[in-house]
């Protein structure tokens, strides 16, 4: 069964950094793009940042680029989502999710649990 299972976050001052990962099981991740999502508190989830299995090509969302760097360990099944300096606008719970068409498909899924982010002084 196919499954991502998200962990990392936590609580951070702003200006602090943290490294969510992404876990997959039931396959193999490197055939799959696979991007970051935020939900911030009542807001719907967006996108954060992306990378895609073919060329490694990444994409960022415009509020964290320059912050934020996506990458992967195709050994160790696991993308991680480097995040610094931190603002309080870089709250909410924090998905990952596959796709294997591109990292523009509307359907990414599955969604797993989420990792709480919260940037607080």
């Known amino acids: 069964q196919l499954q991502l299972v998200e962990s990392g976050g936590g609580m951070v001052q702003p200006g602090g950094s943290l490294i969510l990962s992404c876990a997959a099981s039931g396959f193999i991740a490197n055939y799959y793009h696979i991007a970051w999502f935020r939900q911030a508190p009542g807001k719907e989830r967006k996108g954060v940042s992306c990378?895609?299995?073919?060329?490694?090509?990444?994409r960022y969302a415009d509020s964290v680029k320059g912050r934020f760097t996506i990458s992967r360990d195709n050994a160790k099944n696991t993308v991680y989502l480097q995040m610094n300096a931190l603002i309080p606008e870089d709250t909410g719970v924090y998905y990952c999710?596959?796709?294997?068409?591109?990292?523009?498909?509307?359907?990414?899924?599955?969604w797993g649990q989420g990792t709480q982010v919260t940037v607080s002084s």
């Open positions: 999710a596959s796709s294997r068409s591109s990292c523009s498909d509307p359907n990414f899924g599955p």
């Open positions: 990378i895609s299995f073919r060329d490694g090509s990444t």
